[in-house]
């Protein structure tokens, strides 16, 4: 599909690729802004100062199912972190890497001129939806704020989504707004989340803010998070987060195990095993399954290019 | 998916494998209350009373579409035997089974302090989800009623759908609420029909029937209805209704049978052979061949173990 | 509006005005049971042990808004006591009054046949709508769960509507379901809650419990509740914590009057009035007015006859 | 599945197989009315004047997203030719063809009795879905404003379905309402787009126009438009336009071709290649290959049988 | 509020008032087929076959309730002539009066054109919902197919709707579609029903029919139907119905005052007295008072100026 | 209603009352950005830099209807400045006034740390919506993007929206999100409009703007915006063009009275006045009365004290 696709934009520094521009960055965030406000986050960072979960954590992460997200989350007063409704474009591909989000609003001119002043003054030409696409790094998930938008609020069409699958190494799309030309997405193997699919382009709104915390849905996003996408949903995983929960998820996955081996053995009813096993000769032998296996898996991290 | 999934619940007798606790069966029937709410069920019944389609009038019904159920029901004056709007979970398979039924409410403390005083009482520990769910027989689908919720409204992950699919011989699940797991319930071969997957666990909820009357939407299901899934939705099929509904197919299979053989002549408009062939030599010639046909088919069922 | 609005109904103990039936009652509760399910009621009870709250105390609660229920309902633990999104007959107009609870379900012939067998044996006659109607006292609301329906589930026309308010003394209807004849009713002073208005007479729906705990929306009701409606929606009290409710709303009153005499003043931002007063000395002269209020509020209702 | 499905249905002129009844046409356009109506058609007519887009165009047609549809109409003032929301039987399966329309209303007995009066007197016999379904041709689509409607709304079960299949060579279906026997539909190969199945015949509905305008949700319809369905949606092209649309639609295929090549390659930027290369180089390189690409693909349709 | 709302437009015979264009009348009825297709019209008729439901019959409509109609129009088979969820002007106002029918379509301009040509053939110019407008006469309620569009179907602003209730005498408007300017709308004191209040102009639509059959929500209309609105919904009434509804609302009414004073006596249970007197003396009480109180009421009618 | 509301907000420099705080304002605009992104603003500005429109413009704006604002600002460009599908507290009462804009989003733990660090390091103690209240000017109308939320999204209950009215002078409150005690509110006299209404304190979400461009639903809102409210919605119009609308809208009531006297003196059918006159005389007659009405109105605004 073709079409230019300008639309109206704002200012912002491209802290990646682009000089800086003074105090300008109005609707991005400073570097340093950028670490104050993910100070939690433990891993290195991006140039720009957005949290770069590592690529060892990502792989580990895309054994995971929401549910496993779920039991970490809430608990630790992170309850506004998912975010489902949306069409799934493959569902049996797991959505996993680092949020870049991008947040739009209904066009105004007069601020479409300011934001666009600033822009040419910069250098950068005229805004677009693809001066954000043009900033993403292998394993970005791009995350966009498009208020749930139908008509014209279609985030890329098919070449930029395949221009998305190759800068990304695949990692993927979630847009509370809309895609068009779903026919010749359907067949590119990437994951994406969308509210809809319109032939529109899009138009009538404006870029507010590139890396900036965005709402999708009632979910809080900041640039950095681990985006987990399954077949029920997506959730955005602060950094700080992603290992206690892949660590909590390796015992999910033991205890699972266990749980259905005794259910093939035909002999008990749910309670007498799930979620604790009542009979304590079953718990022992419970435990020291989880403790074996445990051993077992946490040495395949070690042994893993990449793990810390 | 792992996580105790404990809550509140209501007294009940547990007529298969408990003991009886006199008069207390607040929000179940007695069996003598079972027989006579269910009294025009021509069948065998369990221990406790609820209806027990054969298996072999189950295996007929996995033939039939739901446009088959309706060509019989609502004639009768069962009008509100049918809901849809369901997610599904694996679309190409029939859900055939016994009704066994279950209610919940939004959470009470002082209900659930009463409840669970009972329990205590008799020996049944703390009610949850799956004090029913080890009630289950094989044959029996789990017909809940969680009145649509989805956050908290979910009646089973996926250690507890493995658990049903065994329980049950897979027979199948429909609930007017959520699951959670969608992700580890996807490649379980058991048929499901709910509103929502959410990762939460079930929780603000509290059992206040099991084996009662239930509603499903707009649809009253009664212990021991056979339930039948297609693409379509969900009928509840009154025991006394079964065998009508099965016979009455084998008609409109071998109808259709031979209206699509006259189509592929391409000799005919639909209304010269459908719904009644138009021309005496032709109805004569259909009526020929459903004669034929039927008893061919009738024979199979006489042959079959377990028919009746 | 005429029509006599007969509809199939559940066999039940009147146990106001009718003679007992023996171990018949599927479908209400007996007083025992009424007793034990609402065994944290501090009050009187009705000859069939429904709760009674005091006159005097549904006075008092005639002052209240919904935010003064919500200040104490789920710091208990009672989350699930309130329901909105209803039509409001009369906005300006409170509903008060103790919950006589009434449930439907899609009609099911065979289910109609047996509980219209009973209670014709029981010299009921055929079960309808005026059945439970008919048993309303002075002070009780009436709430029905019919499961949302719009046509076919209108409790009542015109002419039941003012029976009701004759019989209840105008305290009031909640109906997650619908009313017919608003023309009709608009004009009568009495508050109610409902869905929907249909022309369409009640039809296709049963009896399926008088007084047994209902759902309306996402809230239970018990028997007994004290039932309040303002603009917003409903709230159903324990009796338990209705004098905890009145109690508090009394320093809630006392608490909005100072708060609107120190903002009448001009002289101070919100915050440093409300919540609490950050000057010292402004917060001494709050809490010697307000316990000059209470004390004031309270010697009015010591006097009241039918004080406790 | 069996059911006559006789409904009430109006007079009309069926001018391909019937003989004219006079000044009966009231709700059929006549020969002449029809030729006006579409009089920018720059095909061929079938013998009632309905417009023939050739069977040609309508191959290329296939080829076609719906974005690539959008490129052309609203630009030329065409804005309400497209809808969605339907549910689609075979997402993969593109739908084209030219439009046969079909239009219902409410039943009313008047309305009715003074149409098959009609019907009765041009030896039509009773009107029903069949009249206009033993009309179809070869390529056509079935285009069917049933309102919305759900129960009773069912333009066709699975006979009808097959039978249309058969008739159109298997070009497709799509309704503004529903369908009957999903189950048994869903093995069969004709593209259909629905709102709803729902078991229920047909019926409460009446014929109020064969081949007339009509409205599909949003859209307006004329019959002889070329029908149109991706994975989005389906649009409704004037026939005036399908040959610009699939002109323009094959320089856009090479545009994808083209730009994709490029981002494969990895050495540029979104915006450097699309929607127009920034380098002058690299844009001479695009129009080369566009030039030497299209070229190639005309001399494909001059070569093909049919081609005009 | 200003502006011209000229809006594309359908060719018609204005029959009232314009002359006549030959067999061009193919978006509205003939004389003839108006007669035709209401020929159960028991009144006169206006010179283009309208019928006329007689000014003595729309005062005594006045009295109704749709309650009243729907005890009737059912059990006639007309179960398609209801239709509510609009926004009501002023709720306490009743709507009654003759259906003047309007129908929209999406624009296209290729329709556009043909209908415009023909206009300007026939010296109406360009066509307007003001052509339609023009055409009312007192007593009409102007019905509105605009298929429920919000923005751009707004059929009249605040100076339209002033012209029309000058010219039906504010008998009254009901559209599936919009109203502009609902502020300056509020003021005046004529019936309205519709779906939403929006700025915008009317615009992107084109009139395909007047004073032909047109659907509003479920409902089917005909013109010369007798339009009745209350707080609850609208119903179109056949003309052959009208009397019969107004002669068995006679009997509700009186049965309606019965019934609430014995009510008023406070000594009778609802089942005693509504439906029917259980008591034979009560009965006869009942019946001798309707006949008394019939007699008074057609006693006036007899005494009405243009009674029948 | 009483609850001191506290919840997580975002640092900013409350640059009315409260000390500079450097470099911090993230989300807040700083002087020098307001007058940059509202640079087209032709009047007066606030100390922190927000549009001042003249308090006498603020007064004739108070005659406009929704239509007369659309008559000017789509045409400048202006598409979404429009919202409805509030609400409305007072349906008669006109909303005039200054925007003062509030941006929340759902909690998070690790952000609300951050800002709360910022906070207590300004001296601004705990951020709450009570700090922006607190910052609220005469004319100002609190607009709140609370993302539509219902429970917990309440900005006010009656206290602070008492505290608003006072600190306003009863401007008024637009929401995209809840008020509380819509009880205690319904009897105060100021315009508001919101999504929901429940008994819910604020919570569960955080502040991250505080007069910075907002979306309310499909709206871009500018702090200093002219806010102006009817009953059919909410238009927030660039300070710029409010000029050009009063002025416009001077024309319009012109033309409403004079289109309106015509049509009194009932000789003219509607097309022939509105618009505009088709007969030369009559436009002239309409010419002559709008420039004396004019001269006539805009001498009033010469008189009146503060124009401009």
Chains 1, 2, 3, 4, 5, 6 share one sequence.
């Not at 208020?147 to 221009?163: A, H, K, R, S, W």
């Amino acid at each position: 599909m073709r079409g230019p696709a300008r639309l109206a934009a704002a200012s912002l520094v491209a802290a990646v690729a682009l000089p800086v521009i003074g105090h300008a960055q109005l609707f991005t965030l400073t570097r340093d802004q950028m670490i104050e406000y993910t100070a939690q986050n433990p891993f290195e960072r991006f140039p720009d100062g957005r949290p770069k979960v590592p690529d060892a954590l990502i792989e580990r992460t895309r054994a995971l199912s929401a549910e496993e997200v779920f039991a970490i989350l809430p608990g630790k007063g992170f309850r506004n972190q998912y975010e489902d409704g949306f069409q799934i474009l493959h569902p049996g591909k797991k959505l996993v890497g680092r949020a870049f989000t991008l947040q739009f609003m209904p066009l105004r001119p007069d601020l479409d001129g300011v934001i666009n002043a600033r822009a040419q003054a910069a250098g950068l030409g005229r805004m677009s939806n693809q001066t954000a696409i043009d900033m993403l790094q292998p394993g970005d998930v791009l995350v966009v704020d498009l208020f749930g938008q139908g008509e014209g609020g279609t985030i890329v069409g098919d070449n930029l989504f395949y221009y998305i699958m190759k800068a990304t190494k695949a990692a993927g799309l979630v847009v509370d707004g809309s895609i068009r030309d779903l026919e010749g997405i359907a067949g590119m193997d990437m994951p994406a989340y969308f509210r809809h699919a319109h032939p529109s382009a899009i138009g009538n709104v404006i870029i507010s803010g590139i890396n900036v915390p965005v709402r999708i849905g009632k979910a809080t996003v900041m640039p950095g998070d681990l985006v987990f996408g399954d077949r029920e949903g997506v959730y955005f995983i602060p950094p700080a987060l992603v290992e206690p929960v892949v660590d909590n998820a390796d015992v999910i996955h033991i205890h699972d195990e266990w749980t259905r081996m005794k259910f093939d053995e035909g002999k008990y009813k749910s309670r007498e095993i799930y979620g604790t096993p009542t009979d304590p000769a079953l718990k022992k032998e419970y435990e020291e399954y989880l403790k074996k296996r445990l051993e077992e898996i946490r040495k395949t991290y070690k042994s893993a290019p990449g793990s810390h």
